[in-house]
């Protein structure tokens, strides 16, 4: 089993910055992707940023120069730094892991959320 536990949201005027973290914990063989969705209400997760375990990144085109998603492979922990906050950045953020647990089975975690609120 392996669990994701986040930090990091809050409330910030436009402009301003947040970093985001999210540590996985448990029986983890391995971590290919990581990565952080946002969700609307009443609507679905859509893919704000992911990296891969070699450092591959993909980024929403509505973040691209402003967020930067990082991970530690050695603590199992990706990172979003959000700079340039505008209001529409406000939702909850999800956390998200993809990988093998050391059954070597597959395994597919998300963390509980974190609210972002950006006030003009």
């Known amino acids: 089993q392996v669990q994701l536990v986040e930090s990091g949201g809050g409330l910030v005027q436009a402009g301003g910055s947040l970093r985001l973290s999210c540590a996985a914990s448990?029986?983890?063989?391995?971590?290919?992707?990581m990565g952080w969705y946002l969700q609307a209400p009443g609507k679905q997760r859509v893919l704000v940023a992911a990296?891969?375990?070699?450092?591959?990144?993909n980024y929403a085109d509505s973040v691209k120069g402003r967020f930067t998603i990082s991970r530690d492979n050695g603590k199992n922990t990706v990172y979003l730094q959000m700079n340039s906050l505008k209001p529409e950045d406000t939702n909850v953020y999800y956390c998200?892991?993809?990988?093998?647990?050391?059954?070597?089975?597959?395994?597919?975690?998300w963390g509980q959320g974190t609210q972002v609120t950006v006030s003009s």
């Open positions: 998200n892991a993809e990988g093998l647990t050391l059954r070597r089975t597959p395994f597919g975690s």
């Open positions: 448990g029986t983890i063989f391995r971590i290919n992707v």
């Open positions: 990296v891969t375990e070699g450092g591959i990144t």
